[in-house]
């Protein structure tokens, strides 16, 4: 596989410190779901409220989905570019994959049904790019996100990806709603910083099979990590506007316990894990520059217990590849695999299937 890496860095935001990891890219069609609103908008807080939770019950195995609010209190940049490229001025407003739905207070029913069999039918699809992604958050108060965007085949065109920072439940005032209304799936920001539609990955002829690895990272803030969801988007910018191709997300941005950056002896950039999407069996490789003599690899899950001891011992220097096979005891989940070397730790998340 042809593969470019391409490592960000603006004077918004600064180029993860998590090393780059093998992170596997799906091979699926999603659909990308927008409610466009203000929170001053009464229809927004009645039948436009309810036929957005009915459209996240009905398609989020197959969509992506979040509200942009291009006016009022929880206006962001971001949303407000995104509500021009749609080329909507009024609210509440529903768009599938950039297709204004026309959705009217009695066409809540008819909608909905229409909705779900075109995301369901687009699932079935054969994407022709898609973006994998690892969102994690340090003690050092910043969200860091590895992406890998692949392109299946042959495509051309200028193409561009977004990677945004979502919360999952906002407690603020609605119309229609009151003073503290649980706004769900809202925009707040893209990670770039360069343009609401993110950066540009690709331009011209490219090849199928040609991967584009990212890094990003932005401030946590005041945002509780638990309840941000990270959304990319690949966009194709034809003219001025950009026309959805297929999108993705991680919904479990996790905490990764780091001692620290380093690992004598250990050249932490060689540390991958492959898949970091785990069916039945993951592949752990790292390069040592020198002899170890205590050293161990371990997964936890995220109460912190010890689940798995892949390996204990001693290490000459030089190259190693271990296998992780899954028992069944170990259930579906979010875990933390666990390079120990002479007391110093490095981790990578891994989800279990």
Request: net charge negative.
């Amino acid at each position: 596989m042809k593969k470019v890496l391409l490592i960000l860095a603006t004077i918004t935001f600064t180029s993860s410190m998590i090393s780059a990891q093998e992170i596997e890219v799906p091979q699926t069609q999603r659909s990308l779901i927008n409610k466009v609103a203000a929170d001053w908008c009464p229809p927004c807080g009645s039948w436009g409220w309810d036929f957005f939770h009915d459209l996240i019950d009905d398609n989020s195995n197959n969509a992506i989905l979040f509200t942009i609010h291009h006016s009022g209190g929880l206006n962001s940049q971001v949303a407000s570019d995104i509500t021009s490229n749609y080329f909507v001025s009024s609210q509440p407003r529903f768009i599938l994959n950039g297709e204004d739905q026309n959705v009217l207070s009695g066409s809540t029913s008819s909608a909905r049904t229409a909705i779900q069999q075109e995301v369901i039918s687009q699932s079935g699809n054969t994407p022709l790019v898609q973006t994998g992604l690892d969102a994690t958050y340090r003690d050092d108060d910043m969200v860091h996100v590895n992406t890998r965007t692949t392109f299946f085949a042959d495509a051309d065109g200028e193409y561009y990806l977004g990677v945004y920072l979502v919360e999952k439940i906002v407690v603020a005032f609605q119309a229609s709603q009151g003073q503290s209304a649980q706004h769900q799936q809202i925009v707040r920001q893209e990670f770039s910083g360069t343009s609401s539609f993110g950066s540009l990955i690709a331009m011209g002829s490219i090849g199928a099979n040609t991967s584009y690895d990212f890094q990003f990272s932005i401030p946590k803030d005041s945002y509780n990590a638990e309840n941000l969801e990270i959304v990319t988007i690949i966009w194709k910018k034809d003219g001025n506007v950009y026309e959805f191709v297929n999108a993705n997300k991680d919904s479990n941005v996790q905490f990764e316990v780091v001692n620290s950056t380093t690992a004598p002896g250990v050249l932490e950039s060689s540390f991958k894990v492959f898949p970091n999407v785990v069916n039945d069996y993951a592949n752990i490789q790292f390069q040592t520059e020198k002899n170890i003599e205590r050293a161990s690899i371990n997964l936890f899950d995220m109460k912190g217990k010890n689940v798995l001891n892949v390996f204990n011992g001693s290490l000459d220097a030089g190259e190693y590849n271990f296998d992780l096979s899954r028992s069944s005891e170990i259930p579906s989940g979010i875990y933390l695999l666990r390079l120990e070397v002479e007391g110093n730790v490095v981790t990578r998340k891994l989800i279990m299937e």
